[in-house]
């Protein structure tokens, strides 16, 4: 039986309680909301990831930095902060996923070209099988592609990485279930 944990990414006040908001803001929240009570109920950790860079308005406990209102945290959900699009470079998340003994990973959050993209593939070259929560994960507008755009060339492109090994899947979040 595989052990999975919950991994939500970047889903901090800067992307998600100012203007522009990210694409689908509070329906993503309240997606990742419901997510994290499946996941604590079937005793699978949730992990909230939080970006740090001062340049970015994401310095350590200033208001940009801290998670997004509405999101759902409980005492003892753990959090990781980071410096890079990836989760897992520099940081302690890979040794608190083996500490607790999760083998897959479930992942959502902002932004979808940069964090979730970057610590899905890192995820999947660690060994990891990942699902990519297809409608719980958002970013902003750019100039060359919509959100919605960027959401859906990744939900069709990740999936189709077979080199890592590991499987990476996009679910949409009321198909996804936990293990302990």
């Known amino acids: 039986m595989t052990s999975s944990a919950l991994l939500i990414i970047d889903v901090q006040r800067r992307f998600f309680d100012s203007d522009p908001k ?3 803001a509070e329906a993503v929240i309240a997606r990742i909301n419901a997510l994290a009570r499946r996941a604590r109920s079937a005793g699978a950790p949730v992990i909230f ?3 740090e860079q001062a340049s970015e308005g994401l310095l350590p406990n200033s208001d ?4 997004a209102s509405g999101l759902e945290v409980i005492a003892h959900d753990i959090r990781v902060g980071k410096t890079t699009p990836d989760a897992f470079l520099g940081t302690e998340l890979e040794m608190i996923l083996q500490s607790r ?3 897959y990973l479930v992942i959502c959050g902002y932004a979808s070209e940069y964090c979730v993209d970057t610590t899905v593939r890192r995820a999947a070259a660690l060994g990891y099988p990942v699902q990519l929560v297809a409608d719980a994960h958002t970013t902003d507008d750019k100039a060359h592609a919509s959100a919605k755009q960027i959401r859906t060339h990744h939900n069709a492109t990740l999936p189709g990485m077979r080199s890592f090994g590991p499987r990476i899947e996009a679910v949409q979040s009321a198909a996804l ?3 302990e």
Do not use: I, M, N, P
């Not at 940009?64 to 998670?67: N, T, Y």
């Open 22 to 24: 990210a694409f689908e």
């Open 49 to 51: 990831v939080q970006h």
């Open 64 to 67: 940009g930095w801290r998670l």
């Open 101 to 103: 003994g999760v083998d």
């Open 177 to 179: 279930t936990f293990s």
